[in-house]
């Protein structure tokens, strides 16, 4: 997986609480498959309208903010369905960061298994952001410092300290399952013997 | 003196296998359930060039992609290929797997339950966000991302941060042709889709009590849409009479010992939670959706809202663009809402309950609009039609159809037309959710009777003057 420490580039301000995932990747493209790439499949149906003609209202069709790479939203982004592709529409597309008041929980998980940075920053210092970023259309991220920055706003963002250090490193979740791997083994012969009823009976 | 503690965290400590430095704990997984959707899991497995390390705690389910409307024809090869795709990568790695043409067939979320697979006490994850269905029993049910199915796969584990603890308490009685869906959309309206965020949520009250086993499985389904990480309900001799005598349950003194631990699973009376919120059951009225969001929930006597009453710009900004969305305008009477189709089914509503809730309203009544009704598995469908249900339907003019996630999702080809407003028994009202530019309302399945009767939202309590 992609270290991330610093990242300053084109953001872009998505004013719109609750983005589910259905709105990220409408579900007709999740038979794609990673190796195809689920770009141009991101916010497909809020870019484009039933003819496949670009909303012009829509911020990321504005061609200054071409290949963005950081998304500012707003309160509860990435709700609703737990379609990891919603995660890889956004990386493919070249976003490297979202920041959001509060993300869905299981949005939060995936992004952190793709180098996405999924930063939380408070309702207030959100407005200031959008509205920064509306301007000057960059952004700048310090994941070590938990900062963003645009313009002159310099904001704090949260992000669970666990989560920080894998992104930082860039380490890949089973590597770090695999150091447990006896232990596993160990815990499995230990449970059966405890919990026979929990065995499927086949 | 142990310190009391809740459902949760008697379920969560036996299953955890260590705890880092982090914070973050490994967890054992006692059912991983895989459907279609699966398949990014399964490429990473492949990718590793690795073997799925607990088949036999691994059950595949064929239910997003199979077609529900016109048999079991696929009319589109992309479609059946997901199917065969399943098919093959169980094959592969020794997975059981119950196909399209299983007799146990169904969705995930009905199928685990019914099947006697889903059993309380138990750990159990599965790719898609509405598993937290299978906490209706008294399990600890999460829905995880792609990655997660492929680190379960390969190490029948997961890592979890620790969530907080809520409790959701119902008491007092719900009215008549009240529900568990009423109660759930109530729920949301009422702390919003973030509501639960971070929280694993008990709900608890003589109104959940009083819910049948399938009632619960409504409830606990709309979890995730207040963004809970989970949520559960503690088991009871309700609990323990649904799971007797189920395929998979354990049998015989092996049934009576689980039982003995399974009593011990509710929480402690003195167990603290981080965070409660409790509902009045006789202050629930029939509710249903007007917008884009799960949150956008309101009494079916009530009006569509109106964004100049709302101060936050922003806020009114994305009402008005709610509304636009669905074609409605603000403090319209929601009873004048017209429907131009209705849909019965999801893992939210596609029980026999629902089904038999539903019939009830339309027994001896036309549609006045086209539906479809699909079973939540193939065993429900054909309980259904022992019990006649599928003639009620039928002669109602409704569609009778296959089992599987159907309309909820569209995914499977079976879309609400652009523009088409569907009074639906699922539950996600977002923006397409049910195919490109579909309107979505979101209520019970005595409601979606009572609107395809009348042809617009309706209130079916005094449809149900006379009738059981």
């Known amino acids: 997986m992609e270290k991330f420490t610093q990242l300053a580039g084109t953001a872009v301000a998505l004013r719109r609480d609750n983005v589910d995932t259905d709105q990220v990747i409408p579900a007709r493209f999740l038979k794609i498959s990673r190796a195809e790439g689920l770009g141009d499949a991101l916010f497909r149906d809020l870019r484009f309208d039933q003819n496949g003609k670009p909303r012009p209202d829509f911020p990321m069709n504005d061609p200054a903010r071409k290949g963005a790479s950081i998304l500012i939203g707003r309160r509860n982004f990435g709700v609703g369905s737990s379609r990891e592709a919603a995660v890889y529409a956004l990386v493919d597309h070249g976003f490297r960061c979202v920041v959001a008041t509060s993300f869905g929980d299981i949005f939060a998980g995936n992004s952190v298994n793709n180098g996405l940075v999924a930063a939380i920053v408070s309702e207030e210092d959100i407005e200031k952001l959008l509205s920064a970023v509306e301007q000057t259309g960059r952004a700048e991220v310090d994941l070590e410092a938990q900062t963003i920055k645009s313009g002159n706003y310099v904001v704090p963002f949260t992000i669970d300290p666990a989560r920080k250090t894998r992104l930082i490193n860039g380490w890949d979740e089973l590597d770090l399952t695999a150091q447990h791997k006896d232990k596993i083994a160990a815990f499995a012969v230990k449970d059966r013997a405890a919990r026979p009823w929990a065995v499927p009976r086949v | ?468």
């Open chain 2, 1 to 468: 003196m142990t310190q009391p503690l809740t459902l949760f965290d008697k379920i969560w400590a036996p299953h955890e296998i260590l705890k880092a430095d982090n914070g973050l704990s490994l967890l054992w997984v006692d059912r991983h359930y895989v459907h279609e959707g699966s398949f990014q899991g399964f490429d990473k497995v492949e990718a590793r060039n690795e073997k799925v390390a607990r088949p036999d705690l691994t059950f595949a389910i064929a239910d997003h992609y199979v077609p529900t409307s016109h048999g079991r024809v696929f009319n589109d090869p992309s479609l059946k290929k997901m199917v065969t795709t399943l098919v093959a990568n169980t094959d592969k790695h020794g997975v059981m797997l119950m196909g399209l043409d299983d007799p146990r067939q169904g969705i995930v979320h009905v199928v685990g339950p019914e099947q006697g697979l889903t059993l309380p006490g138990l750990v159990i994850v599965c790719g898609d966000s509405h598993t937290a269905t299978h906490g209706a029993l008294g399990a600890i049910a999460i829905g995880i991302g792609a990655s997660e199915v492929s680190h379960v796969l390969l190490t029948q584990t997961f890592w979890q941060k620790k969530p907080n603890r809520m409790r959701v308490t119902v008491d007092g009685r719900l009215g008549p042709g009240i529900g568990a869906k009423d109660i759930a959309l109530s729920i949301i309206a009422r702390i919003g889709t973030n509501g639960a965020q971070g929280h694993g949520v008990e709900y608890a009250g003589g109104a959940i009590r009083g819910l049948t086993q399938e009632g619960r499985l409504t409830l606990c389904n709309l979890a995730i849409e207040s963004g809970a990480r989970t949520g559960m309900v503690a088991p009871d001799e309700t609990t323990f009479a649904y799971i007797k005598g189920r395929p998979f349950a354990p049998k015989g003194a092996d049934f009576d010992r689980a039982v003995e631990v399974w009593q011990n699973l509710p929480s402690d009376p003195d167990a603290e939670f981080d965070r409660e919120v409790s509902l009045d059951a006789s202050a629930i009225a029939p509710v249903v959706t007007w917008g884009t969001s799960p949150e956008d929930t309101l009494p079916i006597d009530a009006a569509v809202p109106d964004p100049a009453t709302v101060d936050d710009p922003d806020k009114a900004k994305q009402m008005q663009g709610a509304l636009d969305y669905m074609g409605l305008s603000p403090r319209q009477k929601l009873t004048d809402i017209r429907v131009d189709r209705v849909f019965i089914g999801s893992c939210t509503n596609s029980r026999i309950e629902d089904l038999r809730a539903a019939a009830a309203v339309l027994a001896g009544r036309k549609a006045k609009v086209p539906g479809l009704v699909s079973a939540g598995s193939t065993v429900v469908k054909h309980q259904a039609e022992q019990e006649g249900l599928d003639k009620i339907f039928t002669e109602a003019g409704l569609t009778w159809g296959e089992s599987g996630c159907s309309m909820c999702i569209g995914i499977n080809g079976d879309l609400v037309p652009p523009g088409e407003r569907c009074a639906s028994t699922t539950n996600r009202n977002f923006r397409g959710r049910q195919g490109p530019g579909a309107r979505t309302h979101l209520m019970s399945p005595a409601m979606v009777a009572a609107a395809a009767i009348t042809g617009h939202l309706a209130d079916v309590r005094p449809m149900l003057t006379g009738r059981s």
